[in-house]
């Protein structure tokens, strides 16, 4: 079975984000003898670590919570006085496999010091309790700020409840026996509860500089967000990304709300982990990474400037190379050069409420993408007793928080936008349409061009109209939904493709959605128009007129052929002729209340292999996390796990920035019986979808937000209201790390 044994998480130690800036971390100490190349490929683990050379050949590349740099585990036996320390050789293999004494703390304790514990007593006496009988943790390296040599940070699994003396012990003692010349050292704490204000000053006294995992983010200067190869034309900081092509690599100050198709990206600024981009960019396997002085004049850049590349993104670092332009033309005919991919077409032809969509939790419940698009058959999904439910459902989640978690509200059936294009008074949008698709699929076509023939496409669907029998269904459940929600005037009209949220594509952030007034008025020849909204220069919203159901439904309609959605749709071979609108119908977030934060959750810990939790991005106010606001960013926060009895543990990796030029925040979005609110609904969706999903995961669906390692996770957008309820706007499928 692919799950770790549910007792467990803590046996596979930890990795975080680590480093030091202080030169006073700096130690001299006596040479010793270093071991040979003999002993170093075949010991299960060293008992100093006297060279950085002896590091590197024990260590693996990766893991924490920003994947740079190198990670080595380490277990001390402290059951006497005179406690010993293991360095664990990660690339430690017995007929060519890595047994799993030389992954997790626990197996190694009992093969090398023959312990009688069983998994749950060694957990008790590691993790889970102040005073130790053995300290278990990591050593990871990282490259902070303009420095070029290592700092190696000690560092202890998030959810670990070390006393400030007992860690000053354990780091003192694994510091004794790291003898690596003038080495600097660092203590990084990975949880709230890893606090170092009493034994500060002996850290450093002991050559040890202890610092928070949030200061080494903001110091670590590389991060590979999405590790990976590309090869292409090195574009540093383009004027019009407009121009950009699948075979560019730009170079960004800060990732552009709208971003095409390209061979990969790098970034001066920090990255929420949880944006579309960067999602996106581990759904498709394009590397994406941050290096903060990335400029026109950075030397490693300026010097590859409008040339030919191959950028390696790795989690020890990267490299940037020449190649040619046959070479780049053809790395990009081989991952296109493959048949279109068709879309099931089902005709269902009634609008249906989320309530209807699931009234029994079955495999089904996770197949309705075909008939209402992946968006409205997710929510039909989570108003499902079983999953979230309702309120007045005894037993559901939603009963026990205290109310409704799903939005009430329907979904329009894709079929609904077929028959929209095929009816004859819209032929002349069909033949657009057609012409559109013909020529994106003969591969000649500019990004510039593209964007005006997909305007021209847009235009259109703005000056038809939608045929009467559809639209009287659409008034009817709007009339049903305002006498069930109170003061409801305005919804969200969203879109919900068949060409997103489907295997292997997740299609976020491609479309677009738009609120509408209820009693709004139409104009008299049913015509719309969409105004962008910029703020800064930066388009940030779209907003259609009149604010119409009407309206709105053909705005997100047009939105299938966005520049943005036709280019990753050609890069993953879905064929546009049978993609299809649609949508999702919700009351106004605010109905209720104010919208106070806004989040994404993923229900594994992004960029950390070694952490069994789940991926909390929070931002205060209406700014998304997944489509930030330039100048901004999300707190990134890891729900860790231990077991089914203990509450998970939040480790805030990044505080948020929600003004643009102001200073990040010192303290949590969100105060830590919400989020653990939130972490308990993500776990109640998991479970569920896991228990029906064919395929999801192979093992304990009890278990399975245990399990790092599982082939595919959720991805969860939410709302946070005045009052303290919690909206989930949708729910999809995310197959990356």
């Known amino acids: 079975m692919r799950h770790r044994s549910l007792l467990f998480a803590l046996t596979l130690g930890l990795s975080a984000?680590?480093?030091?800036?202080?030169?006073?971390?700096?130690?001299?100490?006596?040479?010793?003898?270093?071991?040979?190349?003999?002993?170093?490929?075949?010991?299960?683990?060293?008992?100093?670590?006297?060279?950085?050379?002896?590091?590197?050949?024990?260590?693996?590349?990766?893991?924490?919570?920003?994947?740079?740099?190198?990670?080595?585990?380490?277990?001390?036996d402290a059951r006497t006085a005179a406690k010993k320390t293991y360095f664990i050789n990660q690339n430690y293999k017995v007929g060519g496999k890595q047994p799993s004494y030389a992954k997790y703390h626990y197996y190694f304790a009992k093969h090398e010091l023959g312990i009688a514990d069983d998994i749950a007593s060694f957990n008790q006496a590691t993790y889970n309790s102040a005073t130790k009988r053995y300290y278990a943790g990591t050593v990871q390296?990282?490259?902070?700020?303009?420095?070029?040599?290592?700092?190696?940070?000690?560092?202890?699994?998030?959810?670990?409840?070390?006393?400030?003396?007992?860690?000053?012990?354990?780091?003192?003692?694994?510091?004794?026996?790291?003898?690596?010349?003038?080495a600097k050292v660092a203590f990084?704490?990975?949880?709230?509860?890893?606090?170092?204000?009493?034994?500060?000053?002996?850290?450093?006294?002991?050559?040890?500089?202890?610092?928070t995992i949030d200061q080494v983010l903001g110091s670590v200067k590389y991060l590979p967000l999405n590790p990976g190869e590309a090869w292409g034309y090195l574009r540093i900081f383009p004027r019009d990304s407009g121009e950009l092509r699948p075979t560019d690599i730009?170079?960004?100050?800060?990732?552009?709300?709208?971003?095409?198709?390209?061979?990969?990206?790098?970034?001066?600024?920090?990255?929420?982990?949880?944006?579309h981009v960067n999602l996106k960019s581990k759904e498709r396997g394009t590397p994406n990474m941050v290096l903060r002085d990335a400029s026109p004049t950075q030397a490693k850049l300026a010097a590859f400037a409008d040339k030919p590349v191959h950028l390696k993104v790795g989690k020890g670092g990267w490299v940037l190379e020449a190649t040619t332009a046959e070479i780049v033309e053809q790395k990009l005919r081989d991952r296109t050069n493959k048949p279109w991919i068709a879309l099931p077409a089902v005709a269902e032809r009634t609008a249906r409420t989320y309530d209807e969509m699931c009234p029994a939790l079955a495999a089904s419940c996770t197949e309705n993408g075909n008939r209402f698009g992946g968006k409205a058959a997710m929510l039909g999904f989570l108003a499902n007793k079983s999953v979230l439910g309702r309120v007045s459902q005894p037993g559901s989640m939603s009963k026990k928080v205290g109310y409704d978690l799903v939005p009430f509200g329907f979904g329009i059936p894709v079929q609904f936008y077929r028959d929209f294009v095929d009816a004859p008074e819209n032929a002349a949008l069909k033949a657009k349409i057609a012409d559109l698709v013909a020529r994106e699929k003969a591969g000649t076509l500019s990004p510039n061009e593209r964007a005006r023939l997909a305007a021209d496409v847009q235009a259109l669907f703005y000056k038809a109209r939608i045929p009467a029998a559809q639209m009287e269904q659409i008034e009817r459940q709007l009339a049903a939904l305002k006498q069930k929600v109170p003061n409801l005037d305005e919804m969200k009209i969203r879109s919900s493709a068949n060409a997103e949220d489907i295997p292997n594509f997740d299609g976020a952030g491609l479309h677009d959605s738009f609120s509408a007034e209820i009693d709004k008025t139409d104009n008299p020849d049913f015509s719309c128009n969409v105004e962008r909204v910029a703020e800064g220069g930066v388009?940030?919203?779209?907003?259609?007129?009149?604010?119409?159901?009407?309206?709105?439904?053909k705005a997100v309609y047009a939105s299938l052929w966005n520049p943005r959605a036709i280019d990753e749709r050609s890069f993953a071979r879905i064929d546009h002729a049978t993609a299809a609108m649609g949508i999702a119908v919700v009351p106004a977030y605010d109905t209720d209340d104010e919208v106070t934060q806004n989040g994404v959750l993923i229900t594994r810990a992004i960029n950390a292999e070694d952490i069994l939790g789940y991926t909390l991005s929070l931002q205060a106010g209406n700014n998304l996390v997944t489509n930030p606001e330039p100048g901004t960013v999300a707190q990134l926060t890891l729900a860790t796990f231990s077991d089914l009895n203990r509450p998970p543990r939040f480790t805030v990796a990044r505080y948020a920035t929600p003004t643009k030029g102001a200073p990040p925040l010192t303290r949590s979005v969100?105060?830590?019986?919400?989020?653990?609110?939130?972490?308990?609904?993500?776990?109640?969706?998991?479970?569920?979808?896991?228990?029906?999903?064919?395929?999801?995961?192979?093992?304990?669906?009890?278990?399975?937000?245990?399990?790092?390692?599982?082939?595919?996770?959720?991805?969860?957008?939410?709302?946070?209201?005045?009052n303290g309820r919690i909206v989930l706007k949708q729910a999809r499928e995310f197959h990356g790390r």
């Open 670 to 722: 969100l105060e830590e019986p919400k989020m653990r609110e939130i972490v308990d609904v993500g776990r109640a969706v998991e479970t569920a979808y896991c228990s029906v999903k064919r395929g999801y995961y192979d093992g304990d669906c009890k278990l399975v937000a245990f399990d790092n390692d599982k082939p595919r996770a959720l991805d969860m957008e939410l709302k946070v209201l005045q």
């Open 17 to 76: 984000a680590s480093a030091a800036t202080s030169a006073g971390c700096a130690v001299e100490q006596d040479e010793e003898a270093d071991f040979t190349e003999d002993e170093l490929t075949t010991k299960l683990s060293v008992d100093r670590i006297p060279s950085a050379r002896t590091f590197s050949s024990v260590s693996i590349e990766g893991g924490g919570f920003g994947q740079a740099g190198r990670l080595m585990k380490f277990l001390v």
């Open 539 to 553: 388009v940030t919203k779209l907003k259609v007129k009149p604010k119409t159901p009407q309206c709105a439904v």
């Open 250 to 275: 730009p170079v960004f100050d800060e990732l552009p709300l709208d971003l095409t198709v390209v061979a990969g990206t790098i970034t001066r600024a920090y990255q929420d982990v949880t944006s």
């Open 188 to 211: 990084v704490a990975t949880g709230p509860q890893q606090t170092f204000a009493r034994v500060g000053p002996a850290l450093r006294a002991a050559g040890i500089e202890p610092m």
């Open 141 to 182: 390296t990282y490259t902070l700020g303009d420095a070029e040599e290592l700092v190696y940070a000690i560092q202890f699994y998030p959810d670990d409840v070390i006393s400030e003396e007992v860690l000053l012990d354990a780091c003192k003692t694994v510091r004794a026996r790291i003898t690596i010349p003038n």
